[in-house]
């Protein structure tokens, strides 16, 4: 074993906060030549040679969100590992981008089939591989971004519901009854339901009516 | 053409002296294992074995941008892989003289890398 070889960082935690970069290959050299790589753009490499202790990685908490992955590796192939993650938690989806020899149209087919989100085919340049960390990076963003999208939507989807059926409503007094017998007015039920704030004023109609008479009858 | 790309290696390593000459004694020793193996494996025509050293030699001789050798290897994989055996014999004997010469010229430059580091 060479000195860099033990220097490889491995599952142990990372020592900084910045973004953290999975790389699973058997490969001693890939595994050195891709901490380069994810060191020099600033990120912190995670690198492991065994595909089970990956799998294990990206399916735990705090998954580094991006995965550089081979293809073929003892125990699970790359193709595998991409299957497992997926299945395991189709949610959490992190960026795989496979990293392998293989070149053929048929290989990236089944690698992109397999679940990942890029294919990239060694050798390659280190500019290339940063930038498409990168525009994984902007994928997530978005992705995580349109899930807190929906999250909202549908958290006020789910407040508004009542507004969306029928409500029975006093013909008299106007309050609505909500749960099992409770009658408030359409204020108080908006403002305890949503949380809906009102401010006070008087519509043309009303100030018609009302608030033109009383000011010109105290005048 | 070169047997390897220096420019891109000192690119990945950011002209770390020391990174390079790691990765230089790892590819070397990796090399010159995988294509024993791979020629141990054809006089005994274990050809699935053969396929994934072809494969596993590829992997390595990227690392270092060496082309020759990975299409060579490539040659020996595809060729496993079809049980195209008519011309695997020379194919690989082929790739270890390729192999061979890589490692030489890798040794070398790792030579004059370490000449220039310590001075």
């Not at chain 1, 595909?51 to 991006?66: K, R, S």
């Not at chain 1, 089939?113 to 498409?132: C, H, I, N, T």
């Not at chain 2, 494996?41 to 072809?54: P, S």
Request: charged content about 25%; some cysteine; glycine content about 4%.
């Amino acid at each position: 074993m060479t000195a860099a070889e033990r220097a490889l960082p491995h599952d142990s935690a990372p020592p900084s906060s910045a973004l953290r970069i999975l790389a699973v290959d058997d490969d001693a050299g890939t595994r050195l030549t891709l901490v380069s790589i994810i060191q020099a753009a600033g990120w912190t490499p995670v690198v492991v040679a065994d595909p089970e202790q990956a799998y294990d990685i990206l399916t735990g908490p705090d998954a580094p969100p991006i995965a550089l992955v081979d293809w073929e590796m003892p125990k699970l192939s790359g193709i595998e590992l991409c299957q497992k993650v997926r299945r395991a938690d189709p949610d959490a989806r992190p960026y795989l981008i496979f990293v392998t020899i293989n070149a053929s149209a048929n290989d990236i087919v089944t690698g992109l089939d397999a679940g990942a989100d890029d294919y990239m085919v060694k050798p390659f340049a280190a500019v290339e591989l940063q930038a498409r960390v990168r525009a994984g990076l902007r994928t997530i963003a978005v992705q995580s971004d349109l899930r807190t999208r929906l999250r909202e939507a549908e958290t006020i989807a789910a407040l508004t519901k009542p507004l969306r059926e029928t409500m029975p409503i006093c013909v008299y007094c106007h309050r609505v009854r909500h749960g099992a017998a409770q009658w408030s007015t359409l204020e108080e039920y908006l403002h305890t339901e949503i949380n809906v704030k009102f401010t006070h004023g008087f519509c043309p109609t009303c100030y018609t009516s009302h608030v033109k008479p009383d000011l010109e009858g105290g005048a | 053409m070169d047997a390897f790309d220096t420019a891109e290696i000192r690119k990945v390593f950011e002209d770390d002296a020391d990174g390079i000459l790691d990765l230089i004694a790892i590819v070397s020793r990796d090399l010159l294992r995988y294509t024993a193996l791979l020629i141990e494996h054809v006089r005994c025509g274990e050809w699935e074995d053969v396929r994934r050293l072809a494969h596993t030699i590829q992997g390595a001789a990227s690392n270092v941008s060496a082309r020759e050798v990975v299409a060579q290897a490539r040659t020996i994989e595809l060729a496993a892989k079809q049980r195209r055996l008519d011309s695997i014999v020379e194919d690989s004997h082929a790739l270890s003289q390729a192999v061979g010469l890589l490692v030489a010229e890798l040794r070398n430059w790792a030579g004059r890398l370490r000449a220039s580091h310590v001075a």
